[in-house]
């Protein structure tokens, strides 16, 4: 008996539902850009080396060209789309303008969407590989320019705009992010304990 190659699926993306056929080799890149005509999530490499395709998945960055279409289903997937608030930019979006975080623009989805996990992940207490104390007790460590270039540093910049970029996911950081938006990461303490210790 031939086995299938397609399935029909339905994705949720920034809060609406896709229901698609797809074949079982597709990924979440190329079903966001080529299927639903969501181009705002940039293909760069489409090997998961440069950051470009980075969505939140269940409020989780990941790169899109490495996900399956098939796998992604049941998952809440939020695009560069879906981060404002109708007319209100995200705060993160906000900084990025602010502060010239961009050139060209190419890169800069996903270093938005990287930047709202990033956040989130700082703030549930997650540690990175510069981070001094890494003990559960010690709390998140003050998330200093070096904290946030490792914590970005899957999102490449061809242009260069790091310097910029850095400044606004510290202004974004510290300008409170509103969490309450789609785009939040929605970590628990509980899951972020979990990865801590894992
Ligand atoms: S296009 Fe996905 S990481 Fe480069
Ligand atoms: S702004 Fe051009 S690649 Fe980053």
Redesign the pocket.
Known sequence: MALSTSSVITLKINGEKYTLPVDHRTTLLDALRERLDLTGTKKGCDQGQCGACTVLLDGRRTVACLQLAVAAEGREITTVEGVADGEQLHPVQQAFLDLDG???????PG?ICSAIGVIQEHAAGWPSAVTDDIRPEAGPPPLTADEIRERMSGN??????YVSIVEAVARAAEAGTDTSTAAAARISPEAAAEEAVA
């Open positions: 961009y050139q060209c623009g190419y890169c800069t270093q490449l910049c061809r242009c260069g705009a």
